[in-house]
């Protein structure tokens, strides 16, 4: 058990629709990572937050969006889905911000988009 | 493209036998990391390297940083069915800690 808990674990939406995924990072860590993986292009770096700001982006669609809040808790949206966007989510945490630094990650979520 | 490549894509073996995986960029990295992630779990993380020409060593497997600090390689020795996974390295360029991973080699160890 990493300490990150992520929900939910599993979650069928239909095209057009829109979910949220939330994390919650092991206790003390103030970095949120979100992680995109699937099949064909591994796992992809979305978006970073530090104590409640946001500190790297990476390939994250403008569809997509993100926030930390006070309690350090992150959440992902994801908005007017398509097919392509069926993939395993994971959020990850760490210490700090700087590196190197151990990123523990959850189980993720598995998004299926039909 | 990917910014980290990894080679071989899918390896699989006898339980016994030695193996090296390699995480390769054109990139140079102030960190790299390998992790092995097993099905319906998250990654976890193996080893960091931040020195070029690092070695470092965890039981059976062996880390190396390349010189340039662009390149890793991951050598299992003697290998068994617990080693079963995907091995993926990470890296960092900045000071943040925004790891980019490579897609993975994924293992298999047949007893």
């Known amino acids: 058990d990493s300490g990150v808990t992520q929900t939910p674990k599993h979650l069928i939406t239909a095209t057009g629709q829109r979910v949220t995924l939330r994390c919650s990072p092991r206790?003390?860590?103030?970095?949120v990572y979100w992680y995109q993986q699937s099949l064909d292009q591994g796992l992809q770096f979305l978006i970073q937050?530090?104590?409640?700001?946001?500190?790297a982006k990476g390939n994250i669609l403008e569809r997509f969006s993100a926030q930390q809040f006070p309690d350090l808790h992150s959440e992902l949206n994801l908005s007017s889905l398509e097919l392509g966007d069926s993939a395993l989510y994971f959020c990850?945490?760490?210490?700090?911000?700087?590196?190197?630094?151990?990123?523990?990650f959850g189980e993720g979520s598995r998004l299926t988009v039909l | 493209t990917q910014l980290l490549e990894q080679s071989p894509q899918f390896l699989s073996i006898q339980e016994g036998e030695n193996l090296t995986v390699y995480c390769n960029s054109s990139?140079?990295?102030?960190?790299l990391q390998w992790y092995r992630q097993e099905p319906g779990e998250g990654p976890v993380l193996l080893v960091t390297?931040?020195?070029?020409?690092e070695v470092k060593k965890l039981k059976r497997l062996t880390f190396q940083f390349g010189d340039a600090r662009k390149d890793s390689s991951l050598h299992i020795t003697a290998a068994q069915p617990g080693d079963t996974g995907l091995y993926l390295c990470?890296?960092?360029?900045?000071?943040?800690?925004?790891?980019?991973f490579g897609a993975g080699t994924r293992l298999t160890v047949k007893p």
């Open positions: 990139s140079v990295f102030s960190s």
């Open positions: 990850a945490s760490s210490v700090g911000s700087t590196n190197p630094g151990e990123l523990f």
């Open positions: 937050y530090y104590n409640g700001e946001e500190r």
């Open positions: 390297v931040v020195t070029g020409g």
């Open positions: 206790s003390g860590d103030l970095s």
């Open positions: 990470a890296g960092a360029r900045g000071n943040n800690n925004d790891m980019r």
